[in-house]
């Protein structure tokens, strides 16, 4: 995918941004004529980004910007660019400015800054969402096209749900985390919004390879990357939804309809464990990882450091625990993750709400803490549990009086399956197949296949129960022709055969390096893998039979199975 130009974005940004009057989205807005100029260059270069505009949380560093973790006090001027920035902008991204968080990213609702609440990008009495909440909302009202956001407990999810946009929440250390303020270290997540998943999917590409090879906290892709979910999934949903009104209990189940309408596979499954772990995230020891990020700084801070009294109240009360308390902790993590993916077993992703309701400004000052816990309710598990996600608009709620709610759905599935959840979350807003952004980074090989391996032929389970996914159809050189095998079941072989060979249709599937291994370990004979030409010339690893059988085997004329 690559961006249309459009050389008016910047004066329409500019213009929504004046005309919407939320001061609050951003902490550092860019001059105009600084942004406008890079935009003219980038559109200049064409590269795959090239025109978009994007907005940074501002936890994460940008050169030359504060990065302030909306706390005054803490304000520096990085030198460089957080990587994954830095790979945003080198791919044509344009920094339009640093947006509004939940101080210190330590919250789900976006009002704990002393900036200003942000509010909802259609509601204004009500919530953005948190703790990336000025991000979302710059996406949502068209200040940006791509946001960078940051997930520890849902942050890169609630807004997004609440917002009605595309959050992306990878697998824990598959995007790089450097030039981020810390929240929790070992559970924090770069993420990214969009107005649409292809868009989404296309930064995220971006950002993946923004790793150094021996980075510190890098999780690379495995050489069994799986590359789509199977064509009739199996989806795990929870068996009772709790902390939802019934219009929103009514909500998702429209949402389970419709995944069963499209031959999705639905499961219940008790969703106790992963509430537990849930409240740990909070309510125990692991708050720890917080104080250790911040609690220096804020057990100093002076009173015109602009400490957001509930943030001071969370990180700063975390130095009552010991160390065998996050020892504790962490071991009933383990546990609870351990029954919670046993409950899973055998489902390729769990659906669930993305946030539980859609509080309002006068509700989160009236309960901060217990509402924030609520929002958490189907978030904050994730990186507990190392679970990639995605989380996409899913239709609206009728609140009454209280007008109409966004309501959003969040995908996930174990670590390194970000390429199951994205093609679902495709698949659910009807989008069309492409590769998910995994590709770029794990070890992969495009195969062509024929016959019996085709969608919808007997051994397309081959494919599938491996991982791959369906790339289209192509059509071979001129030169090769299929034999009848005495195989079971019963399927064609390609064979090169110059003299009297035409055109085979086939198609194309893309196979992680391991999934191609097995294949070569168990063709049998007279099977092969070797170049295939293509009718464009090009050539590609495919399934193919030895001379051998082309001299001794059964000529077989097919018609599906030939190009037309």
């Known amino acids: 995918m690559s961006v249309v130009a459009d050389s008016d974005r910047v004066a329409r940004a500019y213009a929504a941004i004046a005309a919407a009057d939320r001061p609050e989205v951003f902490i550092h807005l860019r001059p105009q004529a600084d942004v406008a100029a890079e935009h003219a260059a980038a559109l200049a270069a064409g590269f795959s980004l090239a025109g978009m505009l994007l907005a940074v949380k501002d936890n ?28 945003l902008r080198a791919a044509g991204a344009v920094v339009i400015g640093k947006t509004n968080l939940d101080q210190f990213a330590t919250g789900l609702v976006g009002t704990r800054s002393p900036h200003g609440a942000v509010r909802d990008s259609r509601r204004p009495d009500h919530i953005s969402g948190g703790s990336s909440s000025g991000s979302a909302v710059a996406v949502a009202l068209g200040f940006a096209d ?7 407990a849902g942050s890169g999810r609630i807004p997004a749900g609440l917002q009605g946009i595309v959050g992306v929440k990878p ?26 998943i292809d868009t989404a999917d296309l930064a995220m590409t971006v950002m993946s390879g923004a790793f150094h090879p021996e980075a ?127 409950a899973l077993d055998g489902a390729d992703a769990l659906l669930v709400p993305t946030a539980p309701m859609h509080p309002t ?34 239709g609206e709620v009728d609140e009454g009086d209280a007008g109409t709610a966004q309501f959003g759905i969040t995908l996930l599935a174990p670590a390194h399956h970000d390429a199951v959840v994205m093609d679902l979350a495709r698949r659910f807003t009807i989008s069309a197949p492409a590769p998910a952004w995994p590709e770029a980074v794990a070890e992969v090989v495009e195969l062509a296949v024929f016959g019996a391996h085709l969608k919808g032929q007997p051994l397309q389970w081959q494919l599938t129960e491996r991982g791959a996914r369906w790339a289209g159809e192509i059509v071979t050189a001129p030169r090769y022709r299929l034999l009848a095998l005495d195989t079971t079941p019963p399927k064609p072989g390609l064979v090169e055969d110059i003299s009297v060979g035409r055109s085979i249709r086939g198609e194309k599937w893309v196979v992680s390096a391991a999934a191609l291994g097995s294949f070569l370990a168990a063709l049998p004979e007279p099977m092969m893998l070797g170049a295939i030409t293509l009718s464009d010339g090009s050539s590609i690893i495919g399934f193919g039979c030895s001379q051998q059988a082309a001299a001794d ?4 004329d097919v018609d599906h199975w030939l190009a037309r």
Do not use: K
């Open 60 to 87: 994460v560093d940008v050169a030359g910007l504060p990065t302030t973790a909306a706390c005054p006090g803490f304000t520096y001027v990085p030198q460089h660019d957080a990587p994954t920035v830095a790979a």
């Open 146 to 152: 791509i946001a960078i956001g940051t997930d520890t």
């Open 171 to 196: 697998t824990v250390g598959a995007i790089s985390t450097a030039g981020v303020v810390p929240a929790c270290a070992s559970y924090d997540c770069v993420s990214i919004f969009a107005a649409d």
């Open 216 to 342: 510190v906290g890098r999780r690379p892709f495995p050489s069994d990357t799986v590359l789509a979910a199977p064509q009739a999934p199996r989806v795990a949903v929870p068996a009772t939804l709790t902390a939802m009104s019934s219009a929103w209990v009514a909500a998702f189940d429209a949402v389970v309809t419709q995944a069963d309408s499209m031959g999705w596979d639905i499961v219940r499954i008790d969703m106790t464990d992963f509430l537990a772990a849930a409240r740990l995230l909070y309510e125990g020891a692991l708050v720890a990882e917080r104080y250790d990020a911040v609690g220096g700084f804020l057990a100093t801070a002076g009173p015109d450091a602009g400490v957001d009294p509930t943030v001071a109240g969370i990180i700063g009360a975390a130095d009552r625990f010991t160390a065998t308390d996050l020892l504790a902790d962490r071991r009933r993590v383990a546990e609870c993750r351990a029954s919670a993916m046993a």
């Open 361 to 394: 400004l006068a509700q989160v000052a009236a309960d901060p803490v217990g509402v924030n816990a609520t929002l958490g309710t189907y978030t904050n598990f994730a990186n507990l549990f190392d679970l990639c996600a995605v989380a996409v608009p899913a």
């Open 553 to 556: 085997g059964n000529p077989l």
